[in-house]
């Protein structure tokens, strides 16, 4: 099935990923780690945005990466297209984790740029 947005999905380490794009950035991120710029790198990390009463669904945000860069907390979001659902999402989650920075790496014109979202 292809994708609505043309993205490419690779496989490394055992992890899907959605994007080519994405995948890039884990390889640039792997590095990082490996230089000690950053740690306890992770990949799809999820976080509780809201939880329903009654047993109703939870609202949910999966980030593409998580690590620490120094002592601040970084999740990580690879984006070709910031839907209004992400939007929507990305505000909960400076609100609900206001100790996270949620950075957005955009891609377009094939490079990659990182911006703080939700602030």
């Known amino acids: 099935m292809a994708h609505k947005y043309h993205a490419r999905p690779a496989h490394h380490d055992g992890y899907r990923f959605d994007s080519q794009a994405e995948y890039r950035q ?3 991120l792997q590095l990082r780690e490996r230089a000690g710029e950053i740690t306890d790198l992770r990949v799809h990390p999820r976080y ?3 939880r329903k009463a009654n047993g109703q669904r939870a609202i949910t945000y999966v980030g593409d990466f998580e690590y620490r860069e120094g002592e601040r907390l970084v999740c ?7 839907t209004p659902v992400f939007r929507l999402k990305a505000n909960l989650f400076a609100r609900v984790y206001p100790d996270v920075e949620l950075r ?3 891609v ?3 490079r990659l740029s990182a911006r703080q979202a939700g602030r």
């Open 26 to 28: 884990y390889l640039a």
């Open 48 to 50: 509780l945005l809201f």
């Open 76 to 82: 990580e979001d690879v984006k070709g297209v910031q």
């Open 104 to 106: 957005i790496v955009q």
């Open 108 to 110: 377009g014109a094939g």
